[in-house]
T-cell receptor, first 115, second 112 residues
Framework: GAVVSQHPSRVICKSGTSVKIECRSL??????MFWYRQFPKQSLMLMAT?????????EQGVEKDKFLINHASLTLSTLTVTSAHPEDSSFYIC???????????FGQGTRLTVV | SQQGEEDPQALSIQEGENATMNCSYK?????LQWYRQNSGRGLVHLIL?????REKHSGRLRVTLDTSKKSSSLLITASRAADTASYFC????????????FGKGTRLSVIA
């Protein structure tokens, strides 16, 4: 199947700093990628849909100025958590789908800890 | 947003037993998928069932779908300790550029 690579897998940052998470589709082009957040022992909650060459679409309750998404190429989407706070600590997962293929492919996830 | 509920939230069984997990959803779907997640890891696709299908098998997995009740079940037969993980159903309303919407998941523990 298609491969989605997410980096870094773990990051610890100080409150107030920004963190960038990268999501790459390695063997296919992804015009659309999705960003999810998962708190411990909970499910994946969709944060935003990342569209190549245009603005991301954010789910209700997700602050677009705090979670900056850039999808500048067909193989790379980035999520930047700005001015991170301890409550932003979570597991962030990206996903991409191949057009015409109904299976979704997921990155390995990024464990963000804000101290 | 989450599509619906899964039950049970947690399930503990002995190795060799069967594990059944249920999923309910709220809206019309194109297909429903089941994923597995080991602790702190990404998701692995297990099986997909289309809205016009009622049952599907893959190895030790059996999935059913009842669109009239908006529910699905995942059966893992002859469970193994390595099956210990969280299992999520995810509904798909589109055909490629729409996000999957996940249920709350079932945490399965298989005791050797």
């Amino acid at each position: 199947g298609a491969v989605v690579s997410q980096h870094p897998s773990r990051v610890i940052c100080k409150s107030g700093t920004s963190v960038k998470i990268e999501c790459r589709s390695l063997d296919f082009q992804a015009t659309t990628m999705f960003w999810y957040r998962q708190f411990p022992k909970q499910s994946l909650m969709l944060m935003a849909t990342s569209n190549e060459g245009s603005k991301a679409t954010y789910e209700q309750g997700v602050e677009k100025d705090k979670f900056l998404i850039n999808h500048a190429s067909l193989t790379l989407s980035t999520l930047t958590v700005t001015s991170a706070h301890p409550e932003d600590s979570s597991f962030y997962i990206c996903s991409a789908r191949v057009t015409g293929n109904t299976e979704a492919f997921f990155g390995q996830g990024t464990r963000l800890t804000v101290v | 947003s989450q599509q619906g509920e899964e039950d049970p939230q947690a399930l503990s069984i002995q190795e060799g037993e069967n594990a059944t997990m249920n999923c309910s959803y709220k809206t019309s779907i194109n297909n429903l998928q089941w994923y597995r997640q080991n602790s702190g890891r990404g998701l692995v696709h297990l099986i997909l069932i289309r809205s016009n299908e009622r049952e599907k098998h893959s190895g030790r997995l059996r999935v059913t779908l009842d669109t009239s009740k908006k529910s699905s079940s995942l059966l893992i037969t002859a469970s193994r300790a390595a099956d210990t993980a969280s299992y999520f159903c995810a509904t798909d309303r589109g055909s490629g550029n729409t996000p999957l919407v996940f249920g709350k998941g079932t945490r399965l523990s298989v005791i050797a």
